[in-house]
């Protein structure tokens, strides 16, 4: 028994020897023989063109170098692959840090408390108390909070800031926040 499976594995070894390369269209005795003929003429040309004056290879070389440059990146509306996220961060903020910010812009919106609205036929005003309790009279359009916040309406009981920023991949969003009056029992 154990020579019967001896012989069968032996014949499937010699199949795949003989049988399985020829399938596989892996080269015979007469494609190894075309294959070397071929190597023999490139050697034969090259040798030849090492023969020839430098000027004619120099302008094959550059040809070929004008084939490969062929293709080139335009990095254009891409993120950078190989950028961390961080130092994008990082560097949003700097370029923030680099214009002079008043004292508003240096609070969040959520330390700002608003006391008082005035409405009036030249404009609308409110007052703001930070947490220290100093008061800061705003309009529509002064900076305010962190994340360049700017005042859009001063309505009858309320303040709506519009905060824009960027976010981590550098789109810039907008978000709106409402201030209002605490309500008087």
Same mark, same amino acid.
């Given at each position: 028994?154990?020579?019967?499976?001896?012989?069968?594995? &032996?014949?499937?070894?010699?199949?795949?020897?003989?049988?399985? $390369?020829?399938?596989?269209?892996?080269? &015979?005795?007469?494609?190894?023989?075309?294959?070397?003929?071929?190597?023999?003429?490139?050697?034969?040309?090259?040798?030849?063109?090492?023969?020839? $004056?430098?000027?004619?290879?120099?302008?094959?070389?550059?040809?070929?170098?004008?084939?490969?440059?062929?293709?080139?990146?335009?990095?254009?509306?891409? &993120?950078?692959?190989?950028?961390?996220?961080?130092?994008?961060?990082?560097?949003?903020?700097?370029?923030?840090?680099?214009? $002079?910010? &008043?004292?508003?812009?240096?609070?969040?919106?959520?330390?700002?408390?608003?006391?008082?609205?005035?409405?009036?036929?030249?404009?609308?005003?409110?007052?703001?108390?930070?947490?220290?309790?100093?008061?800061?009279?705003?309009?529509?359009?002064?900076?305010?909070?962190?994340?360049?916040?700017?005042?859009?309406?001063?309505?009858?009981?309320?303040?709506?800031?519009?905060?824009?920023?960027?976010?981590?991949?550098?789109?810039?969003?907008?978000?709106?926040?409402?201030?209002?009056? $605490?309500?008087?029992?």
């Amino acid at each position: 028994m154990y020579t019967k499976k001896r012989n069968s594995l &032996t014949l499937l070894l010699i199949f795949g020897i003989a049988v399985i $390369p020829v399938l596989l269209g892996m080269p &015979t005795a007469q494609a190894k023989e075309k294959i070397t003929v071929k190597i023999l003429k490139e050697k034969k040309e090259a040798a030849e063109l090492s023969k020839k $004056p430098a000027k004619e290879t120099s302008v094959s070389v550059a040809t070929k170098e004008n084939a490969k440059a062929a293709y080139f990146y335009d990095p254009t509306n891409k &993120t950078d692959p190989f950028k961390s996220f961080i130092v994008v961060r990082r560097e949003l903020e700097e370029k923030e840090q680099e214009k $002079p910010k &008043t004292y508003l812009e240096t609070l969040d919106i959520s330390q700002l408390t608003l006391s008082a609205i005035v409405l009036g036929s030249k404009g609308n005003w409110a007052l703001v108390r930070d947490s220290k309790g100093d008061g800061h009279v705003i309009k529509v359009g002064t900076l305010i909070g962190r994340k360049n916040g700017r005042v859009k309406r001063i309505l009858e009981k309320e303040v709506i800031v519009t905060e824009s920023y960027k976010d981590i991949r550098g789109r810039e969003q907008i978000k709106d926040i409402s201030i209002k009056l $605490p309500e008087v029992d």
